[in-house]
């Protein structure tokens, strides 16, 4: 919060320097090809640089093609003192720091210095690699070449990040054995310390003036105290989140405690392979193990059901379900006190008796928060419990209501700027939502619109005649309407689908149509190989269709002709089994608000804004936006929906949308949505 008593500059101090620097014949015009100016980035830039100077907050969404990577960085880089600027993806750091930095802190001859922060399990850890190189226990040929590779990799990289080796797949298994976890870390006694990956990009951030982070990095060190964060943010001046509209659910996610029987089968395969190696004679460690993995299984198979989430109160009370975690409660009592008498032969056996205390707190308190009076709690206290079955794991959730009163708190303190910039963040030019997710009553918000001509670039189609999405054959028939659009559009289309299921039968029936209509355009499905593999394959084809779910609704940028259809099939609302939405919307209806409006709707709208802004990337992109979902039309809130859609042309009618691809028809007539 921002200490009121400290002296406030004129917000405007910088506007003239603002002007200059994006002005025409300013230093980002001279060195940045193509650079042009736009009215919006320099409102938005200006803006930041007055919360930097008042050391205040500021909510700032920028539509697409406003540049707000260069209106954020301008200021950071003259004016914001020690910066720590988190972004969505591992992706998107690296990009900021390769090559958006670089740009504008030549630009301005600004002489800052920079530093990447990432978690631990990207950099390569010399104790366990050696321990890997030793004891060989890897099973596939792969692996062995990819651990040479990796051999090779650690005598000359400086950073240790396995994202310079690109040699090996980000994905290959081989990397869980050589890094480390914070349960698995030596610390201050590895043999290593002195030439540890982690703690010289730790160091190196403590010195930058700007230090890249992410998210997930971000909330995992408030709550966790483990990436190095922690030591940043007191010397912080400055804090900017880009694609803050994923703070909510990163920071629900780590704020919140998740145990699950998969830690403890990981622990068990540990103190089976340390306890071997280390105290063969100390106890019978086959039989100490076995008791416990059979006891986390049955755990699972307390719930027959392959996937499922149930809340903590809605488990009957007869169920094996409680029995079972008791089981498991005692077996890891049983493990840890034989491992207590083993734990000065090998630092490796100590550091699975902690891990093993640690499992056993984490389930008791979960035990404990299930009896817990609710009337007692604080807000930032108040827990939602719940429970999440996998194919061959159940995990045990702890996750806080509300993020908001957490999160203020972690922004007490010195006085700092606090920027938070995305896309979407608001609801037709409304932050209510946003800003009650993220506890910032009562903080300045702007929105700065796209510089582009949606009316003239884009259209927005809604089919007729479709069925309820809640219909059976609803996928077949967004595929039935589909087709005509993809084969008037000549392939180059993403397909954003809101299940998994909706993915898999579309790309099933797409199959089968392009065959019998011998149509030669591309197939990418989610799930056949990596997201960048898949988007750079999809961009080559230049006439491909690329179908997936969330994954791709979001931080997806392809340019030009490559894509110039996206249909969604439906409006994403979350799914109505979610205990977490459940108890957040019984939360607001308590007191007397309407979950669905106060909630789910707008959550969706952000939703939806990202898979729109897949669309129009730049000046020259056109494209028809398809949104198959008749709820669009059908319902009265459909409208507040496509209202805070970008400004598109809008049509119902099939023969419309089509001419829409050829450049005869460019200006066609368009029929009104509503």
């Known amino acids: 919060m921002t200490d009121n008593s400290a002296p406030t500059p004129d917000p405007g101090i910088h506007d003239a320097d603002i002007e200059q620097l994006f002005d025409i014949e300013g230093p980002l015009s001279q060195a940045v090809a193509g650079f042009r100016p736009r009215q919006s980035q320099t409102e938005m830039a200006k803006a930041i640089a007055s919360a930097i100077a008042s050391q205040s907050a500021l909510i700032a969404e920028a539509g697409t093609g406003t ?7 301008v200021p950071a880089l003259l004016w914001g003192g020690k910066v720590i600027l988190s972004t969505g993806t591992k992706n998107l750091q690296d990009q900021l720091y390769l090559r958006d930095i670089p740009t504008v802190r030549k ?33 596939s040929r792969e692996d062995v070449g990819y651990l040479r590779e990796i051999s090779r990799f650690v005598k000359t990289t400086s950073s240790g990040d396995k994202a310079e080796l690109s040699r090996v797949p980000e994905s290959a298994s081989v990397w869980n054995l050589v890094t480390s976890t914070r349960d698995t870390c030596m610390g201050a006694e590895c043999q290593y310390y002195q030439d540890c990956f982690v703690m010289k990009a730790r160091k190196e951030a403590q010195q930058a003036d ?21 030591e940043l943010l007191p ?11 994923q703070l909510p659910e990163t920071a629900t996610l780590f704020f ?76 890891l009592h049983g493990m840890i006190a034989v491992l207590e008498t083993q734990a000065e032969r090998a630092e490796t056996i100590e550091q699975c008796r902690t891990r093993a205390i640690e499992l056993s707190d984490k389930l008791a308190a979960w035990e404990g928060a299930q009896s817990a009076n609710p009337d007692t709690l604080t807000p930032e206290k108040e827990r939602v419990l719940w429970v999440e079955a996998f194919s061959s794991s159940l995990q045990l ?34 932050f209510n939502h946003y800003a009650s997710q993220m506890g910032l009553w009562n903080e300045p918000a702007q929105s700065w619109p796209s510089p582009f001509d949606y009316g003239k670039q884009g259209l927005l189609y809604v089919p007729e005649n479709l069925p309820q999405p809640n219909s059976l054959d609803y996928t077949d028939a967004v595929i039935d309407a589909a087709l005509p659009m993809i084969e008037a559009s000549g392939g180059r289309a993403f397909l954003l689908c809101t299940t998994i299921r909706a993915v898999n039968r579309a790309a099933e029936r797409l199959r089968e149509e392009f065959d019998k209509r011998k149509l030669p355009f591309p197939l990418f499905v989610q799930g056949e190989a990596g997201r960048t593999e898949l988007l750079d394959r999809f961009r080559a084809a230049g006439n491909a269709v690329l179908i997936g779910s969330q994954s791709f609704w979001e931080g997806v940028d392809v340019r030009g002709d490559a894509l110039s259809l996206v249909i969604i099939d439906k409006l994403p609302f979350s799914p109505p089994d ?42 020259t ?54």
């Open 397 to 430: 959730h702890q996750t806080p209501l509300s993020i908001a009163p957490i999160f203020s708190k972690q922004r007490e303190g010195s006085p700092r700027a606090w920027i938070f910039t995305s896309a979407t963040l608001a609801v037709k030019n409304d």
């Open 210 to 230: 700007v230090v890249v982070v992410n998210h997930h990095l971000f909330f995992a060190d408030v709550a966790l105290r483990d990436t190095g964060v922690a």
């Open 578 to 619: 979610d205990p977490v939405l459940a108890a957040r919307i019984d939360a607001l209806e308590r007191k007397g608000l309407n979950g669905f409006v106060h909630h789910q709707l707008p959550a969706a709208i952000i939703n939806l804004k990202q898979g729109a802004g897949r669309l129009i990337r730049d000046e």
């Open 621 to 674: 992109d056109r494209g028809v936006l398809m949104i198959c979902d008749p709820r669009l039309i059908s319902k009265p809130y459909g409208r507040r929906i496509w209202q805070s859609l970008p400004p598109f042309s809008r049509t119902r009618d099939a023969n419309v949308a089509k001419a829409f691809f050829s450049n005869a028809q460019q200006d066609a007539p368009t029929m009104q949505v509503g």
């Open 67 to 73: 540049g707000k990577t260069f209106a954020y960085l």
């Open 235 to 245: 010397s912080a001046n400055t804090v900017i989140f880009d694609e803050a509209h």
């Open 107 to 139: 630009a301005l001859s600004a002489p800052v210095s920079v530093a990447l922060l990432k978690g631990r399990a990207n950099y390569v850890c010399h104790f366990h690699l050696e321990r890997t190189l030793q004891n060989g226990r890897l099973t």
């Open 256 to 331: 919140g405690e998740t145990v699950s029987t998969s830690q403890v089968l990981e622990l068990c395969r540990d103190v089976l392979a340390e306890g071997l190696a280390h105290a063969r004679d100390g106890a019978d460690w086959a039989k100490v193990v076995s008791t416990v993995e059979r006891a986390a299984r049955d755990l699972r198979l307390a719930f027959p059901q392959d996937v499922m989430r149930l809340a903590a109160n809605q488990i009957a009370a007869s169920s094996p379900f409680f029995p079972a975690l008791e089981k498991l409660q005692d077996e």
